[in-house]
């Protein structure tokens, strides 16, 4: 069995990213420049957008964080995406997500130029990924897919049962293992909440992408001997006996599907760790795509 090191994986890839920063600049080209909005005072989202200027700086590119007060109005949000839209110094925008209720994240996502898309979540990101054109795509699918790529996991031809439709998550992951491309070229089985026979069907599965969101969900009698597991799930669980009060869970039972898997990712140390470090590829590819 394989621990597919999502850890290991994402700090090579940083290293290849800021040699390409290097390679860019010897090239007479600019430095890639992500600005990010942080809309009010969530906890996770100042820890994950913290996270995100932590890999800038790591990669070598500039970033910029922009504040905005949790009474901001959509009006005034979709102005300063404007703003930023109209920047030719800046490369890549993300807004942080959750918004506050009265923002409706549809407009703030449209209101994005398509070229700064780095998130990958604008409707033109999403078609390109769609016909398997050049784009930005959906960070946390494409970690996923790196992940098989760089562990050289065949997926062709395989049957591959994706857990959750999200539009982040699940829906692009499915799309990216059906596409004709390597990794990709799966059969595809996309399921949900409405499901009804989910067991049956992953165990029929050559690889399965737990994206629900339930700790330690995919156990290991829905799971055949020899199966690729990929657990996308992250869930805060209370746990007494440490510091912080909580422990990060997956949705696999890991202990009892590790031992029947040919390659399986942690959590964490997994999944995670890929998504930002795909962030910074994406937004080293707008420079490469759009970049004067
Ligand atoms: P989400 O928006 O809540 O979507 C969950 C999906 O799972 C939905 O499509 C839902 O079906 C489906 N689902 C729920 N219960 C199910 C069940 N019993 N059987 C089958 N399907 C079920 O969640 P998300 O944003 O995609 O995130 C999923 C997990 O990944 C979360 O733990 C999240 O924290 C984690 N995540 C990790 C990363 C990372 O960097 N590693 C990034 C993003 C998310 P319906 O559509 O029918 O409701």
């Known amino acids: 069995m394989i621990v597919l090191d999502g850890k290991a994986t994402s700090a090579q890839i940083r290293l290849e990213i800021a040699e390409a920063v290097k390679a860019l600049y010897s090239a007479g080209k600019k430095t890639p420049h992500?600005?990010?909005?942080?809309i009010g005072n969530n906890g996770a989202s100042e820890t994950y957008v913290a996270g995100k200027v932590k890999a800038c700086e790591e990669v070598g590119f500039r970033s910029t964080l922009k504040r905005f007060p949790e009474t901001i109005s959509q009006q005034e949000l979709v102005e300063e995406i404007e703003k930023i839209n109209q920047d030719p110094e800046i490369d890549g925008l993300i807004v942080q997500m959750p918004l506050p209720k009265h923002i409706d994240e549809l407009t703030v996502t449209l209101?994005?130029?398509a070229k700064k898309d780095v998130d990958g979540f604008h409707p033109t990101s999403v078609g390109r990924m769609a016909l398997n054109l050049p784009t930005f795509l959906p960070a946390t699918p494409a970690g996923v897919i790196e992940l098989l790529k760089r562990y050289h996991i065949p997926t062709s031809g395989k049957h591959c049962v994706v857990i959750g439709r999200s539009h982040i998550v699940g829906s692009p992951m499915s799309i990216l293992m059906a596409r004709n491309s390597e990794p990709g070229n799966c059969t595809v089985t996309i399921t949900h909440s409405r499901t009804?026979?989910?067991k049956e069907l992953c165990l029929q599965a050559?690889?399965?992408v737990a994206a629900l969101g339930k700790p330690e969900f995919l156990t290991a009698d829905m799971v055949k001997d020899g199966a690729v597991i990929i657990d996308v799930g992250i869930t805060r669980v209370p746990a007494s006996d440490t510091k912080?009060?909580?422990r990060l869970k997956g949705d696999v039972k890991y202990d009892e599907v590790a031992p029947k898997c040919s390659a399986i990712t942690p959590v964490p140390g997994g999944v995670g760790p890929m998504t930002i470090t795909m962030l910074m590829?994406?937004?080293?590819k707008a420079v490469e795509l759009f970049g004067k």
């Open 34 to 38: 992500l600005c990010a909005f942080l």
């Open 111 to 113: 209101a994005i130029d």
């Open 196 to 198: 009804t026979n989910l």
């Open 206 to 208: 050559d690889i399965i």
């Open 244 to 246: 912080s009060g909580f």
């Open 281 to 284: 590829l994406n937004t080293l």
